[in-house]
């Protein structure tokens, strides 16, 4: 069974593999399940025009398609960088088990100046980057009710 640095390494290879294939920036994943991997994922942002294309988000997508399930409970997640918040929202979401990382968000930012740090620490504090604002709508509960009455599986 491979190690949890044995396993970093091949995340760290995934993030060269995207970044001289020219698919986006320096990140790359592998998720694993029992020891065995599952899926590898890189930065495909600039491949897919995605800014939602972060490495872990691409083997997440690929992981679930693989095992048939939106449950990762049972993997680990191994990433060359600290998540980002809208990472570590996808691994929640996705319910990983664990995630093992090799540099911090701030690792990361002093090399290159991504704007995860800045907006980790912004959603840390409750900021919006982005403003917003709400229209109460009479039919905003529509699609939640249509939902629930069709017996939609909650997840």
């Not at 396993?7 to 994943?29: K, N, Q, T």
């Not at 680990?76 to 990472?87: A, H, K, R, V, W």
């Amino acid at each position: 069974m491979p190690t949890d640095e044995e396993m970093l390494d091949m995340a760290i290879d995934e993030a060269l593999l995207g970044i001289r294939s020219g698919h986006g920036g320096p990140f790359g994943c592998v998720i694993a399940k029992d020891g065995e991997v599952v899926a590898l994922g890189h930065n495909r942002v600039l491949a897919d025009n995605d800014p939602t294309a972060h490495g872990e988000v691409s083997a997440i997508r690929r992981a679930c398609g693989i095992l048939g399930t939106i449950d990762l409970s049972g993997c680990t997640l191994y990433t060359n960088s600290e998540p980002c918040p809208m990472c570590k929202a996808a691994i929640s979401w996705a319910k990983v088990g664990k995630v093992v990382y090799a540099v911090t968000m701030r690792d990361a930012n002093d090399v290159l100046g991504f704007k995860d740090l800045r907006m980790s620490e912004a959603m840390a504090k409750r900021e919006d980057l982005t403003p917003s604002k709400r229209i109460p709508m009479e039919r905003g509960l529509e699609p939640f009710e249509e939902y629930r009455d069709s017996q939609g599986h909650i997840y």
